[in-house]
């Protein structure tokens, strides 16, 4: 079986006590089956110590919350009780993986790690060069989930995609717009059940009023549910200031020439996380609106948080790891976001691309 994954996926080691904000908080960690077996296995004081932070529900276990939301095994210093006294090989299916992701495609298993994490947004920043993912061959029984000929089809044109979004002798907002008609012309040919692969062709966008775009994408986010306080007070203030940033925008955007590889690692990075799960559903243009969609996204907190020219790495982070709790860490929420991506005019890729331009 076929095993990608971004360049910097190996690199990932959780930062633990250093993490600025641990994931063992404010989350409820299912148990797996497996482990929870190996948990009422384990001997002496510590045995009875993990017991009692079991919760018990209705169809699964979780780890009981302690003080603060955090997860009863969570010391005071950032470290979990459980690795220290059982080792890192101890941990249930979900604290061993977060924060990757996989996504199997018949004889292809594609994996990441989620921009909810703090040091994977550091990793992601941590190079220029344009992203790339790493293949290798391992040994994994698999079966077919979807069809062979779309999904060849769809990776070819991810790539076509790739190619344009990092093809940077172009405007960052050309790239972007000659994708969202690239993304419709396939979609019609899919639904057409014709997988003829475009080519991509050279579009010349118009440049549009970014302030209803800025106001859909409020008005989607009231709809959404709320991950964290933090972030309903940050889309809040972004709201408040909606007319404002709608005229710095421009400004941003000329001052953060030399950073717009970040904001193509987003719309690369998203692109590769959701773009292929259209394959299962054979509809495309939602996946790759929700990728300019996270980009328009964070670019406007990273406006927002732009002061007398500057704008930290540490606050970039920060952006791009609140935005991704928030919108890629709640099924609803990525719903609504794709649902909207259809729904609204404003939040058509082909829309949002013109932002940039
Ligand atoms: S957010 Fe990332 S670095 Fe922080 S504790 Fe979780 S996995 Fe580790």
């Not at 009422?40 to 209705?58: D, M, T």
């Not at 904001?263 to 799960?277: G, M, Q, T």
């Amino acid at each position: 079986m076929d095993f990608i994954r971004p360049r910097f996926y190996d690199d990932f080691l959780c930062i633990a006590d250093r993490c600025t904000d641990n994931c063992c908080i404010g989350w409820e960690i299912d148990i797996d089956p497996v482990s929870l077996e190996r948990f009422q296995n384990v001997q002496g004081e510590f045995g009875e110590c993990l017991r009692s932070a079991i919760h018990k529900g209705e169809d699964v276990c979780t780890f009981a919350f302690g003080e603060g939301e955090r997860c009863a095994l969570l010391r005071e210093d950032g470290l979990c009780e459980l690795v220290l006294h059982e080792g890192e090989d101890s941990l249930c299916d979900i604290c061993a993986l977060h924060p990757r992701f996989f996504g199997w495609y018949n004889g292809r298993r594609e994996a990441g790690l989620g921009l909810c994490c703090e040091e994977v947004c550091r990793l992601l920043f941590s190079d220029s060069s344009p992203l790339t993912f790493v293949a290798s061959d391992i040994s994994e029984e698999w079966e077919e989930t979807c069809s062979d000929e779309l999904l060849e089809y769809l990776t070819a044109a991810r790539e076509r995609i790739f190619l344009r979004l990092q093809d940077r002798s172009r405007s960052f907002g050309e790239r972007l717009y000659a994708c969202a008609v690239y993304v419709r012309q396939l979609q019609e040919n899919i639904d057409s059940g014709e997988y003829r692969l475009p080519e991509m062709q050279e579009a010349a966008a118009q440049k549009a009023d970014i302030l209803p775009v800025v106001e859909a994408l409020c008005s989607l986010w009231s709809n959404a549910e709320s991950i964290s306080a933090e972030w309903d007070a940050a889309a809040a203030q972004l709201y408040s200031r909606r007319y404002q940033l709608a005229e710095s925008f421009g400004r941003f955007l000329a001052d953060n020439s030399g950073e717009l590889w970040r904001y193509e690692h987003i719309a690369v990075y998203f692109c590769y996380r959701y773009f292929l799960n259209g394959v299962f559903e054979g509809e495309i243009v939602s996946r790759f609106g929700v990728a300019l969609m996270s980009v328009l996204a964070v670019m406007l907190f990273d406006c927002m948080y732009y002061s007398d020219g500057k704008l930290t790495e540490w606050q970039r982070i920060l952006n791009l790891k609140l935005y991704s709790k928030q919108m890629e860490y709640s099924e609803d929420n990525l719903e609504l976001a794709y649902d909207a991506v259809w729904d609204a005019s404003e939040l058509s890729p082909e829309s949002i691309a013109t932002c940039f331009v």
